[in-house]
């Protein structure tokens, strides 16, 4: 992975991370864990729509969404496992 790509990929997570956070409030954990967060929520997100036979496209708004919601749902078994 080239220095490009790896910013893109770390941008892309902290974006997503920080709006999975948001959507859920009380679940932020700091830039660092929502980097974290967005880019296991973007593997998340690709095996979802993968799974459900939908192209998540080649764009970067598509990967903050797919990321978001894979976040998303990170944070959702998250919760679970915190009760």
Same mark, same amino acid.
């Given at each position: 992975?080239?220095?490009? @790509? ?10 997503? &991370?920080?709006?999975? *956070?948001?959507?859920?409030? *009380?679940? &932020?954990? &700091? #830039? #660092? ?7 296991v929520?973007? /593997?998340? *997100? @690709? ?5 459900l036979?939908?192209?998540s496209?080649? @764009?970067?708004?598509? @990967? ?10 990170l #944070? /959702?078994i ?6």
């Open positions: 992975m080239d220095p490009y @790509s790896l910013l893109i990929t770390i941008l892309i997570g902290a974006v997503a &991370g920080w709006l999975a *956070g948001q959507i859920r409030r *009380g679940f &932020g954990y &700091g #830039l #660092l864990a929502n980097i974290i967060i967005g880019i929520g973007s /593997f998340i *997100g @690709s095996w979802v729509f993968g799974a036979g939908l192209n496209g080649g @764009s970067i708004i598509m @990967s903050i969404i797919v990321s978001t919601i894979g976040a998303l749902i #944070l /959702f998250i919760s679970l496992i915190k009760r």
